[in-house]
């Protein structure tokens, strides 16, 4: 049976409207107190602001720490892999079948390095872009097709020393303009949830 043979069987008995109200939105990150302010973790942070907007707390559960929380009929279930950023995948893919969420349901908030710091960008589909933490979802999930939500963190790095940017802390002044682009990045997220794809691109993409 292939996966999403596997995945109709499963959710034969949810009703497509159950199904369209449940969203599983995943931070990519690395666990550990040294990862906690770097770049890399952007997905983990934006989560946390999402996560204390709606008064919802994190409790470790297998593969990840999990917050869940409804606003406007929907119910977001928000995941932290810890798994490592590298095989982020193994963890998406079983919450996704535990809580039977359809795949156009999730989001995975990551870090980009090819848009400018603090500019928002959602996507139904696409590549992983070079992206290890996307690459092994993609290959988990055997698709491109999901919905992803980058964050840019620039590029100011010289040739080479890409890992160490993203692994890196943010600077001060990074760190100030955060203040203000983590709300708005919460709000995209139960956009995506509440208004749609289309209309959240719209309202959000670029800004």
């Known amino acids: 049976m292939n996966w999403y043979s596997f995945l109709k069987n499963l959710f034969k008995k949810e009703t497509k409207e ?3 109200k449940k969203f599983l ?5 690395n666990i550990g107190e040294k990862y906690e302010n770097t770049r890399h973790n ?8 999402l996560a204390e907007e709606h008064k919802a707390s994190f409790e470790t559960e297998k593969l990840g720490d999990i917050a869940t929380f409804r606003f406007k ?3 977001f279930i928000l995941l932290k892999p810890s798994t490592y950023m590298n095989l982020s995948g193994k963890a998406v893919k079983y919450w996704m079948i535990k809580e039977k969420i ?3 349901n999730i989001l995975v908030v990551t870090d980009d390095l090819n848009i400018d710091f603090g500019t928002i960008r959602l996507k139904a589909k696409g590549s992983d ?5 996307l690459k092994d979802i ?3 999930l055997n698709t491109t097709k999901y919905p992803r939500f980058r964050f840019g963190v620039g590029a100011s790095f010289s040739k080479g020393r890409q890992v160490d940017f993203v692994l890196s802390e943010w600077s001060k002044e990074e760190t100030s303009q955060l203040i203000e682009r983590l709300p708005v990045s919460a709000k ?3 956009s995506f949830g509440t208004a749609g794809m289309a209309n959240t691109m719209s309202a959000f993409n670029g800004k």
């Open 129 to 133: 872009g070079g992206h290890n933490g």
């Open 25 to 29: 939105i995943v931070g990519l990150g």
């Open 138 to 140: 993609q290959e988990k």
């Open 42 to 49: 952007i997905g983990f942070k934006i989560l946390d602001e």
């Open 188 to 190: 995209l997220i139960t």
């Open 18 to 20: 159950d199904l369209m």
């Open 102 to 104: 359809a795949i156009d």
């Open 73 to 75: 009929g929907r119910t």
